[in-house]
């Protein structure tokens, strides 16, 4: 099983709708989690951290299920300006400084 | 604050030439990291530096060398560029949560 894993998609949806994102983890001492945002050919940016009771930011929620050892990113009102690839990292830890990527999930939003 | 900033933003080189990517980072985090990112294809770790005065090979180091001139300084040399190498390349620092802070990347191409 691969460390970190996500479909990478692409997932097409239209303006308003409601979309999630699963990423499965292997490494099941991991405490936290991030999920990043990356537009084409720019730099990933931080859209929002995850720990044991979630998290949520206006229409964005993340979810952790430590039994099933997977996070989620739930976007509502799905907006144009939400296409982009959404990254899943487990970042480092226990000694180790390396953070673990997913490749990603492709977001379409469509009028 | 400017966060992680790199130079030069676009760079060509002919096989066989050398240069260097700069990065630097104001957040005094200790730790920083150079990735590489091929087209539809996930973030790859080059070499990374857990503090100033150690640095460590990633996941793909060949053709590469680093130095971690100062704590805010981590730069990356190519002494023989090859077309394999032909990237975008990032820089990041990673923060109190072991979050990780992405400069807007170079892109770089080798003919």
């Known amino acids: 099983r691969k460390e970190v894993e996500q479909d990478p998609g692409p997932f097409n949806v239209p303006e308003g709708a409601t979309v999630a994102f699963n990423c499965t983890y292997s490494n099941s001492a991991s405490q936290s989690f991030f999920w990043y945002r990356q537009d084409c050919r720019k730099e990933p940016k931080l859209l929002m951290s995850?720990?044991?009771s979630g998290n949520e930011d206006g229409r964005f929620t993340a979810q952790l299920n430590r039994a099933s050892q997977y996070i989620s990113l739930l976007i509502r009102d799905s907006k144009l300006s939400d296409s982009a690839t959404y990254l899943c990292v487990v970042p480092a830890s226990g000694g180790s400084y390396i953070p673990t990527f997913g490749r990603g999930t492709s977001l379409i939003v469509h009028p | 604050n400017a966060g992680v900033t790199q130079t030069p933003k676009f760079q060509v080189l002919k096989t066989g030439q050398s240069m260097t990517l700069q990065c630097a980072q104001d957040m005094n985090h200790n730790s920083m990291y150079w990735y590489r990112q091929d087209p539809g294809m996930g973030l790859r770790l080059i070499y990374y530096?857990?503090?100033?005065?150690?640095?460590d090979k990633g996941e793909v180091p060949n053709g590469y060398n680093v130095s971690r001139l100062n704590k805010r300084e981590f730069s990356l040399r190519l002494e023989s560029a090859a077309p394999s190498q032909t990237s975008v390349y990032f820089c990041a620092s990673s923060g109190h949560y072991n979050e990780q802070f992405f400069g807007p990347g170079t892109r770089l191409t080798v003919l």
């Open positions: 995850v720990y044991s």
């Open positions: 530096s857990a503090s100033e005065g150690t640095t």
